[in-house]
Nanobody
């Protein structure tokens, strides 16, 4: 059974940092999946935050996250990370990870990030 479990969310003050993790299980070849982080704020559509490719680890970021967020992966641990720095109140959202390979895609259940003083 394929499963993605996010963790690391919580309440943080503006300017603070959080590191999200997405642990994969049940994947036969985790390293072959393109992994992404998305987020969805209340009343808004889900949006792409960052992506890391399966081979070479090429990364891409949404413009508003460039320079503040860093996506990485540890294929041996079957885990993807999202380091978030200089957090702003507008970063408040549920953060989801997604795994894609060919026509198959899987989502985690999400982890809440709240940026507030």
């Amino acid at each position: 059974q394929v499963q993605l479990v996010e963790s690391g969310g919580g309440l943080v003050q503006p300017g603070g940092s959080l590191r999200l993790s997405c642990a994969a299980s049940g994947f036969t070849s985790f390293s072959s999946y393109v992994m992404s982080w998305y987020r969805q704020a209340p009343g808004k559509e889900r949006e792409l935050v960052a992506t890391i490719t399966s081979v070479g680890g090429t990364t891409n970021y949404a413009d508003s996250m460039k320079g503040r967020f860093t996506i990485s992966r540890d294929n041996a641990k079957k885990t993807v990370y999202l380091q978030m720095n200089s957090l702003k109140p507008e970063d408040t959202a549920v953060y989801y990870c997604k795994a894609v390979r060919f026509t198959n895609s899987y989502w985690g259940q999400g982890t809440q990030v709240t940026v507030s003083s």
